[in-house]
């Protein structure tokens, strides 16, 4: 019999291919040397398999694994983490097949490809990223049947066919489990993350910061009105309030607490569902203003609704608000002062205007209104405003006049203060865009922006956006309309005149919906939502518990039932016939084939106890395995007629 334990180099080829498919995603957030790293040692394995040449010896592994450990450890600071858990999972994998010398050796990188593949999914849960990973265990599968391929190597569409078939068969007990597991609280997703933000709001804000948002189309949240859309001018997205200036940023106030706030609705109250995506800060984003906060969120005392942790995957909440309302009429002096402090040592052109206008304008409606018409007449509304150096505020105000929202509501703040009126920088979104499919709104990070609140004795906190005296068309009808399609994707929208690719937009967008409904964001709550739509009441782990043995055990009757019927079909083969009586000639010597034992595993123990006899059927055998396991176009007639007689001339005596 043919030795078919060795590594050839078609077997290193599919499974180097195989991890190179499954790494892709990883590598640009590697650093360079990991990514060197795996190339030279991929690269070194495939040479050795090419010339026949040993591997590494277990010393130099040694040495080997510890630099890379040393360099992670240099490289991230930390041993335990998201980062560096998966740069030295992908190391120890390359090292792995750099040392593999049978076949037996290449099980584990294919098992550890399986878990890398499922890594991929700490850092996207979108859809594309799904099709992928699973395009991955396909490969992977491949490979697992191209190593048991006996006497022959196994093509192209002898290692997916089957494959692809393994995995269709698995789906039904996929969705089993997926369905009926009982979850933890939280997504599906729930993993640890790094400290590290994506992209998105912070909580400070220099002149630039919002601007370079501006032309990003990530998706920053969903939102699902109970009722109709509210008009453009009204959708302000309240994020973090800005109160510390420091001549330069704004910065949310270290001292800010909890409170439960009271303010008087002035309007009928709205309601809608945001699904909000991972941004690794704790803030939550609502239409001005929140009644209240959801669950597992409370309000800070400027109305900064923050989740109890940060939002490090997919988030639904409900919120209700009021976009008309009365609040912070009973302030105090000493709860105002936070907003009138601001940094004296810069921009004194500024804060030597802030005076005037008062001495100017005793009345603080006027005062705001004769800033804003100024705002309007001079400035001009830019996504490119030039830099700015060390006093930004007075050469933005004074003589670029050129800027972002974050340019204007921050500089009106501070002319405001210097004139001794309270006022703050909010940042959020304003705006956004409805998918006619879903009905949902989808709010980008291109809608990224700031505006101001002042304080009035007799109104409380007002909203004044100076960015709507110099655009009102950004505020009324949005970005796109204001400085064209944002993006690659939305310009070649614009340009397509038929409509069509806007449609497909719309309906990936649909799509992205439902997934991020069903799949990602499957959460505790959903999966009891959906168990009582089927009709199961009280819902609890222990009722779970059951339906989830009985689902199992009946999917597994179900395929199970399947196999048996085909290897019953499959017993009537005359290939597999013969293969059968020969077996039985065989067991006359007292060596019966046990049920589980595959031809080659039998024959083998047959070499141990007769290996006369062995020698004898070893050519029936190998004849019988190159038909069994040959594609079926390649078997002849006459060859499977050659086996059966063979067959039935052979005596085991």
Same mark, same amino acid.
């Given at each position: 019999m043919l030795n078919q334990s060795a590594l050839t180099v078609s077997i290193i080829t599919w499974l180097l291919a195989s991890m190179a498919f499954v790494i892709a995603p990883h590598t640009l957030r590697l650093p360079?040397?990991?990514?060197?790293?795996?190339?030279?040692?991929?690269?070194?394995?495939?040479?050795?398999?090419?010339?026949?040449?040993? /591997?590494?010896?277990?010393?130099?592994?040694?040495?080997?694994?510890?630099?890379?450990?040393?360099?992670?450890?240099?490289?991230?600071?930390?041993?335990?983490?998201?980062?560096?858990?998966?740069? &030295?999972?992908?190391?120890?994998?390359?090292?792995?097949?750099?040392?593999?010398?049978?076949?037996?050796?290449?099980?584990?990188?294919i098992f550890m490809g399986f878990f890398l593949a499922m890594t991929n999914f700490m850092y996207s849960q979108t859809i594309l990223m799904g099709l992928y990973m699973l395009v991955c265990v396909w490969i992977f599968i491949a490979a697992l049947i191209g190593f048991n391929r006996i006497n022959t190597e196994a093509t192209l569409r002898q290692r997916l066919v089957p494959a692809g078939w393994l995995l269709l068969q698995a789906i039904?007990?996929?969705?089993?489990?997926?369905?009926?597991?009982?979850?933890?609280?939280?997504?599906?997703?729930?993993?640890?993350?790094?400290?590290?933000?994506?992209?998105?709001?912070?909580?400070?804000?220099?002149?630039?910061?919002?601007?370079?948002?501006?032309?990003?189309?990530a998706i920053a949240f969903r939102v699902e009105f109970d009722g109709p859309v509210p008009q453009t001018e009204d959708l302000y997205w309240r994020g973090p309030v800005l109160t510390e200036q420091d001549g330069r940023a704004w910065r949310v106030y270290p001292e800010s607490i909890r409170a439960k706030l009271e303010y008087v609705p002035q309007g009928p109250p709205i309601h809608y569902t945001v699904t909000l995506q991972p941004h690794n800060k704790p803030w939550l984003f609502a239409l001005d203003l929140p009644a209240a906060a959801p669950d597992?969120?409370?309000?800070?005392?400027?109305?900064?609704?923050?989740?109890?942790?940060?939002?490090?995957? &997919?988030?639904?909440?409900?919120?209700?608000?009021?976009?008309?309302?009365?609040?912070?009429?009973?302030?105090?002096?000493?709860?105002?002062?936070?907003?009138?402090n601001f940094d004296t040592r810069l921009?004194?052109?500024?804060?030597?205007?802030?005076?005037?206008?008062?001495?100017?304008?005793?009345?603080?409606?006027?005062?705001?209104?004769?800033?804003?018409?100024?705002?309007?007449?001079?400035?001009?509304y830019?996504?490119?405003?030039?830099?700015?150096?060390?006093?930004?505020?007075?050469?933005?105000?004074?003589?670029?006049?050129?800027?972002?929202?974050?340019?204007?509501?921050?500089?009106?703040?501070?002319?405001l203060r210097a004139a001794g009126i309270p006022a703050r920088v909010v940042t959020g979104y304003q705006g956004g865009e409805v998918n006619p499919i879903t009905r949902q709104l989808v709010v980008r990070q291109a809608e990224a922006?700031?505006?101001s609140e002042v304080w009035f004795a007799d109104l409380g906190w007002v909203r004044v956006d100076p960015t709507f005296a110099v655009s009102p068309l950004r505020i009324n009808r949005g970005m796109s309309e204001t400085f064209g399609p944002i993006g690659v994707m939305n310009n070649l929208i614009d340009a397509d005149k038929l409509?069509?690719?806007?449609?497909?937009?719309?309906?990936?967008?649909?799509?992205?919906?439902?997934?991020?409904?069903?799949?990602?964001?499957?959460?505790?709550?959903?999966?009891?939502?959906?168990?009582?739509?089927?009709?199961?009441?009280?819902?609890?782990?222990?009722?779970?518990?059951?339906?989830?043995?009985?689902?199992?055990?009946?999917?597994?009757?179900?395929?199970?039932?399947? &196999?048996?019927?085909?290897?019953?079909?499959?017993?009537?083969?005359?290939? /597999?016939?013969?293969?059968?009586?020969?077996?039985?000639?065989?067991?006359?010597?007292?060596?019966?084939?046990?049920?589980?034992?595959?031809? &080659?595993?039998?024959?083998?123990?047959?070499?141990?106890?007769?290996?006369g006899i062995a020698q004898k059927v070893a050519p029936l055998f190998e004849n019988y395995i190159a038909l069994r396991y040959a594609a079926q176009d390649k078997i002849q007639t006459g060859n499977v007629r050659g086996f059966i007689g063979r067959v039935r001339r052979f005596r085991a005596e």
């Open positions: 360079i040397w990991v990514s060197a790293v795996c190339v030279a040692a991929a690269s070194w394995r495939w040479w050795i398999a090419k010339h026949a040449m040993r /591997v590494p010896p277990w010393w130099l592994m040694g040495l080997i694994a510890l630099a890379v450990a040393a360099g992670a450890r240099l490289e991230y600071g930390r041993w335990f983490g998201r980062e560096v858990g998966v740069a &030295l999972l992908i190391i120890m994998l390359c090292l792995k097949v750099l040392e593999m010398r049978m076949k037996r050796d290449a099980m584990i990188p039904p007990m996929m969705l089993v489990l997926f369905f009926l597991f009982p979850r933890l609280s939280g997504s599906l997703w729930s993993m640890p993350q790094d400290d590290r933000s994506q992209t998105g709001l912070t909580d400070s804000m220099a002149p630039g910061d919002i601007s370079k948002l501006s032309i990003s189309e597992n969120a409370f309000f800070l005392g400027d109305f900064q609704m923050r989740s109890r942790t940060p939002v490090a995957n &997919l988030k639904a909440y409900e919120v209700t608000s009021h976009l008309r309302y009365r609040v912070g009429t009973g302030l105090t002096t000493r709860q105002l002062q936070p907003y009138l921009n004194p052109r500024a804060i030597a205007y802030g005076k005037a206008l008062r001495e100017a304008n005793p009345d603080p409606k006027g005062l705001v209104e004769s800033l804003l018409t100024r705002y309007n007449k001079e400035f001009e830019t996504l490119e405003p030039p830099r700015l150096g060390e006093n930004p505020v007075d050469e933005f105000f004074f003589d670029t006049k050129k800027g972002f929202c974050e340019h204007y509501a921050g500089s009106f703040v501070l002319l922006h700031a505006w409509g069509l690719l806007r449609q497909i937009a719309f309906s990936w967008d649909a799509m992205n919906t439902q997934w991020n409904r069903w799949v990602v964001g499957f959460s505790q709550d959903r999966q009891r939502d959906l168990l009582e739509g089927l009709g199961m009441r009280e819902v609890d782990w222990r009722a779970m518990a059951i339906w989830l043995i009985v689902a199992v055990f009946s999917t597994g009757g179900i395929a199970g039932l399947f &196999l048996y019927m085909r290897a019953v079909q499959t017993r009537r083969e005359p290939i /597999v016939m013969a293969y059968e009586r020969l077996c039985a000639k065989l067991a006359a010597t007292g060596i019966e084939r046990a049920r589980h034992e595959g031809p &080659l595993a039998y024959w083998e123990r047959l070499q141990k106890r007769e290996p």
